[in-house]
C-alpha cells in the first residue's frame, strides 16, 4: 500500500511570494493533518481535515490557509512568504479523524525562504 | 492545555548498552499516545500507539509503556541503526494531536 506522498520535496522561494503544497494520503484514508517543522518549536500543527471540512485549526497567521479535495487529496497555501515560514512542512493522514486513529506521515516538503 | 516534555533532550549510547526514553504528559482525558521515530530530512514513522495505563507494547528492541502521568520508550541492546529522533504525541477529545521536541538518540558502534 503507498504511503503519503507529498510534492514537491523541495521548494526555495523568496518573500513575498507564495507557495502550495501538496498531500496525497494513504489510500482509504479521509483525514489529513498539516504540520509544521523547525529546530526550534519542534512539530505544531497547522490544520486538520475530514470529508472536506476543516475539523483543526492551529495558531499560525491568516497568510497560512488549507483546503481539501472530494478525493481526500490535501493542498496547504502559503501566501506572502516570511523568512520564518522555512521549515519542514508534513502532512499526515489517517482513517477518519478520530482522537484514537493513528496519523501517519509523508517524507515532508523542505520550504525555504530567501 | 495538553502537554508533552521528553526527556532527556539527548542521549549517547554504545552499542548493546540498554537505556529509556521518557514522555510526560498532561491532558484532560487521554484519548491515545503516540510514538514516532524521525530520521534527519524525513518524515515521522510510526512506531507504537497506546490508548490506557498498564498497556504495553513491543517491535523488535523497542518496548513501549504507559503509566497515567508517562510514558517510556525502552531500548534494549540498541544497535547504531537505531540513532534517530523520538517524538511522543497525545491526543484527547477531538483537539490536535500534540508532539514533545523530542529525543535526539546517538548509538555509537
Known amino acids: 500500500k503507498a504511503g503519503v506522498t507529498q510534492t514537491p520535496r523541495y521548494l526555495i522561494k523568496t518573500r513575498g511570494q507564495q507557495v502550495t503544497l501538496s498531500c496525497s494520503p494513504i489510500?482509504?484514508?479521509?483525514?489529513v493533518s498539516w504540520y509544521q517543522q523547525t529546530p526550534g518549536q519542534g512539530l505544531q500543527f497547522l490544520f486538520e481535515?475530514?470529508?472536506?471540512?476543516?475539523?483543526n485549526k492551529g495558531n499560525f497567521p491568516g497568510r497560512f490557509s488549507g483546503r481539501q479535495f472530494s478525493n481526500s487529496r490535501s493542498e496547504m497555501n502559503v501566501s506572502t512568504l516570511e523568512l520564518g515560514d522555512s521549515a519542514l512542512y508534513l502532512c499526515?493522514?489517517?482513517?477518519?479523524?478520530?482522537?484514537?486513529?493513528?496519523?501517519?506521515f509523508g517524507p515532508g516538503t523542505r520550504l525555504t525562504v530567501l | 492545555e495538553d502537554q508533552v516534555t521528553q526527556s532527556p533532550e539527548a542521549l549517547r549510547l554504545q552499542e548493546g548498552e540498554s537505556s529509556s526514553l521518557n514522555c510526560s504528559y498532561t491532558?484532560?482525558?487521554?484519548?491515545?499516545l503516540f510514538w514516532y521515530r524521525q530520521d534527519p530530512g524525513k518524515g515521522p514513522e510510526f512506531l507504537f500507539t497506546?490508548?490506557?495505563a498498564g498497556e504495553e507494547k513491543e517491535k523488535e528492541r523497542l518496548k513501549a509503556t504507559l503509566t497515567k502521568k508517562e510514558s517510556f520508550l525502552h531500548i534494549t541492546a540498541p544497535k547504531p541503526e537505531d540513532s534517530a529522533t523520538y517524538l511522543c504525541?497525545?491526543?484527547?477529545?477531538?483537539?490536535?494531536?500534540?508532539f514533545g521536541k523530542g529525543t535526539r538518540l546517538s548509538v555509537i558502534a
Open positions: 499526515a493522514s489517517s482513517r477518519a479523524a478520530q482522537s484514537t486513529d493513528t496519523q501517519y
Open positions: 489510500s482509504g484514508h479521509r483525514s
Open positions: 481535515y475530514f470529508s472536506e471540512t476543516q475539523r
Open positions: 491532558v484532560s482525558g487521554l484519548r491515545g
Open positions: 497506546l490508548y490506557s
Open positions: 504525541a497525545v491526543r484527547s477529545g477531538n483537539t490536535p494531536l500534540v
